[in-house]
């Protein structure tokens, strides 16, 4: 007998199947497309607001509109990648001495809207 039933997503509101058979026992909140295009657990989203080439720092404006500060060694894994003002990006974020800074950071996309 299987377990599969229909829930309903607390993001969009959309119903959808659940195979209980899936991955995991754990049973989703968030449809298929929400949980493509939400931030992963731990992590956030946000634009780049500033950004200097020269000094290799900016500033990220969070979903609440809060800005957070990031350095560019921040960078997972993009050994040549320039952010721009307006690129979407996802990080987690991790506090210091002297106030939150995004770390593990990602670009999304571009200021262009090009995925990168």
């Known amino acids: 007998m299987h377990d599969d ?12 199947v ?3 058979a899936e991955t995991s026992s754990d049973t989703p909140t968030h449809c298929p497309g929400c949980r493509f295009i939400l931030p992963g ?4 989203r946000g ?9 290799k720092w900016g500033f990220i404006t969070q ?4 800005e957070v500060f ?4 921040a960078a ?6 320039t952010f721009q003002e307006g690129d979407l990006v996802e990080y987690a974020v991790e506090a210091t001495g002297r106030g939150a800074q995004a770390i ?10 090009v995925t990168a």
């Open 76 to 81: 997972s894994s993009q050994a040549d990648v």
């Open 104 to 113: 593990e950071l990602v670009r999304l996309a571009l200021l262009d809207g």
């Open 18 to 20: 659940w195979l209980a």
């Open 63 to 66: 979903a609440d509109g809060k």
């Open 41 to 44: 657990a731990g992590r956030q």
């Open 5 to 16: 039933r229909f829930l309903t997503c607390t993001s969009c509101g959309i119903r959808f």
């Open 47 to 55: 634009v780049v607001k500033f950004y200097s080439i020269r000094k």
């Open 70 to 73: 990031f350095h560019r060694s």
